[in-house]
């Protein structure tokens, strides 16, 4: 397999759109991909981030995106959207306003008004999609230094279907409603007891806010807690501290009987893919010194291991920590596609 930058660019590209198309077609964007995998449930929030970077590569993922976002936008938590790209730095803040500008000037969506405050500095307009320059420009685009046509949807967008395990998150929120509950539920049914703290860290919310929240659902009977074992006496430092947990079979109508899809963690893996590309694009085809976009690459792992261990993703890619440059590259380059399309 050939490990050159621009070809392994190549195939992470496109394995990351195959992924990204999958999962907008599974929440009822119009296109042709395949089904989204039916054991992990899509982050809406993660996936509209990561095409605000990735649809720049793709014109039509980006407008049937869009589209459904006219149609639909009012299933996104845009708080969750906002602290998830704060913390983590996914998606292009710059494109992410244009869209909402976009959805609150055409899509007649106000509540969109709060990301579309972002305006492009003083220097020239740029391209939206690599290197088109078009004429006329967007006129809601251009406000914030991109350069695109007019846009002009198919209007094909139908609503998620309840039935497809990947979609639940949306499918609990037409249910109770947007905002954190419907992560928390999920979240816990599908997988261990977790401590607060956590449990904010694999959903995207501030850990004050979770703890809050927590405490407030457990009233309700079926967010159950395991409090930690008293300390012995004399002990210094702190204890353990309480976690929270549900019975999944309190859940499992959401699924209609059937075994539920795993809550994952979207966002690391998205920044990995991303960050990937970007090293590969700087790299060019014939980068003077290897040494220097393994180390990039090395460095990303090393960022985003963590997070890619709690969701069970890191064995997909096989690495060695002490894996010289060279065996990095081709790991990756062999890997990496394989393990997108996987998911």
Same mark, same amino acid.
């Given at each position: 397999?050939?490990?050159?930058?621009?070809?392994?660019?190549?195939?992470?590209? !496109?394995?990351?759109?195959?992924? +990204? =198309?999958?999962? =907008?077609?599974?929440?009822?964007?119009?296109?042709?991909?395949?089904? +989204?995998?039916?054991? *992990?449930?899509?982050?809406?929030?993660?996936? @509209?981030?990561?095409?605000?970077?990735?649809?720049?590569?793709?014109?039509?993922?980006?407008?049937?995106?869009?589209?459904?976002l006219g149609k639909h936008g009012a299933l996104i938590h845009l708080q969750?959207?906002?602290?998830?790209?704060?913390?983590?730095?996914?998606?292009? %803040?710059?494109?992410?306003?244009?869209?909402?500008? =976009?959805?609150?000037?055409?899509?007649?969506?106000?509540?969109w008004r709060a990301l579309a405050q972002g305006r492009a500095g003083e &220097?020239?307009?740029?391209?939206?999609?690599?290197?088109?320059?078009?004429? %006329?420009?967007?006129?809601?685009?251009?406000?914030?230094?991109?350069?695109?046509?007019?846009?002009?949807?198919?209007?094909?967008?139908?609503?998620?279907?309840?039935?497809?395990?990947?979609?639940?998150?949306?499918? #609990?929120?037409?249910?109770?409603?947007?905002?954190?509950?419907? !992560?928390?539920?999920?979240?816990?049914?599908?997988?261990?007891?977790?401590?607060?703290? !956590?449990?904010?860290?694999?959903?995207?919310?501030?850990?004050?806010?979770?703890?809050?929240?927590?405490?407030?659902?457990?009233? &309700?009977?079926?967010?159950?807690?395991?409090?930690?074992?008293?300390?012995?006496?004399? &002990?210094?430092? *702190?204890?353990?501290?309480?976690?929270?947990?549900?019975?999944?079979?309190?859940?499992?109508?959401?699924?209609?009987?059937?075994?539920?899809?795993? =809550?994952?963690?979207? $966002?690391?893996?998205?920044?990995?893919? #991303?960050?990937?590309?970007?090293?590969?694009?700087?790299?060019?085809?014939?980068?003077?010194?290897?040494?220097?976009?393994?180390?990039?690459?090395?460095?990303?792992?090393? $960022?985003?291991?963590?997070?890619?261990?709690?969701?069970?993703?890191?064995?997909?890619?096989? @690495?060695?920590?002490? +894996?010289?440059?060279?065996?990095?590259?081709? $790991? #990756?380059? !062999?890997? #990496?596609?394989?393990?997108?399309?996987?998911?």
């Open positions: 397999m050939d490990p050159s930058p621009i070809a392994f660019k190549s195939r992470c590209l !496109e394995a990351a759109l195959d992924l +990204a =198309w999958r999962q =907008w077609c599974s929440l009822g964007a119009a296109g042709h991909a395949g089904p +989204a995998g039916p054991t *992990r449930i899509i982050d809406p929030e993660a996936l @509209l981030l990561a095409t605000t970077c990735l649809g720049r590569h793709d014109p039509r993922l980006f407008d049937e995106c869009l589209d459904w969750r959207l906002k602290t998830l790209h704060a913390e983590t730095g996914l998606g292009d %803040p710059i494109v992410l306003a244009a869209m909402a500008d =976009w959805l609150v000037t055409e899509g007649r969506q106000p509540k &220097s020239a307009p740029q391209p939206l999609f690599d290197g088109r320059v078009p004429a %006329p420009p967007d006129p809601v685009f251009l406000r914030h230094g991109l350069l695109r046509a007019p846009v002009a949807l198919r209007g094909m967008s139908r609503p998620p279907n309840p039935t497809l395990p990947p979609n639940l998150l949306l499918a #609990l929120r037409a249910l109770i409603g947007v905002g954190a509950r419907a !992560e928390v539920i999920l979240c816990l049914a599908t997988g261990p007891a977790v401590h607060a703290a !956590e449990l904010a860290r694999l959903t995207g919310y501030r850990p004050r806010s979770m703890q809050l929240l927590l405490q407030e659902m457990a009233m &309700s009977g079926h967010i159950l807690t395991q409090e930690p074992p008293p300390r012995p006496a004399g &002990s210094t430092g *702190r204890g353990s501290s309480r976690r929270y947990q549900v019975q999944p079979g309190d859940w499992a109508f959401l699924a209609a009987g059937k075994p539920l899809p795993k =809550w994952m963690p979207w $966002t690391p893996l998205w920044r990995v893919v #991303l960050e990937i590309l970007d090293a590969l694009g700087q790299a060019g085809a014939s980068p003077r010194n290897p040494a220097i976009l393994s180390s990039r690459l090395r460095d990303t792992f090393a $960022t985003q291991g963590q997070e890619l261990a709690a969701a069970g993703l890191l064995p997909l890619f096989d @690495l060695r920590s002490s +894996a010289p440059g060279s065996e990095l590259i081709a $790991t #990756l380059a !062999e890997r #990496l596609p394989g393990a997108l399309g996987a998911l």
